[in-house]
């Protein structure tokens, strides 16, 4: 049973940065994929970014440029920095892994474990 622990949301103005972790228990990146999706309140969740077995990104557009994906396989984490922070990109932060598939897929569903997420607040 792989468990996900996110850690690092916040408040923060506009232009500022933040730095979520996820830190995963038995699970080995050799296969799966792993990445961040967000919801805001009456939205669906949506794909911000993901980093698969061969260290292959995908981003949404919104955040290119601004945000990046990166793990720690030798620790078994996974890094979202985010840069030039925008109000829209307000929402709850979720770490999601997809094992046994390496893809960069940006759609929830083929995601088979969620963590419990942590809210992200920017303010204009």
């Known amino acids: 049973q792989v468990q996900l622990v996110e850690s690092g949301g916040g408040s923060v103005q506009a232009g500022g940065s933040l730095r979520l972790s996820c830190a995963a228990s038995?699970?080995?990146?050799?296969?799966?994929?792993m990445g961040w999706f967000r919801q805001a309140p009456g939205k669906e969740r949506e794909g911000v970014a993901v980093?698969?077995?061969?260290?292959?990104?995908r981003y949404i557009d919104s955040v290119k440029g601004r945000f990046t994906i990166s793990k720690d396989s030798a620790k078994n984490t996974i890094h979202l920095q985010m840069t030039s922070l925008r109000p829209e990109d307000t929402a709850m932060y979720y770490c999601?892994?997809?094992?046994?598939?390496?893809?960069?897929?940006?759609?929830?569903?083929?995601?088979?474990?969620w963590g419990q997420g942590t809210q992200v607040t920017v303010s204009s």
């Open positions: 038995a699970y080995t990146y050799s296969r799966g994929t």
């Open positions: 999601a892994a997809m094992t046994d598939t390496c893809v960069t897929s940006l759609l929830p569903l083929p995601y088979n474990y």
């Open positions: 980093i698969d077995c061969l260290d292959r990104t």
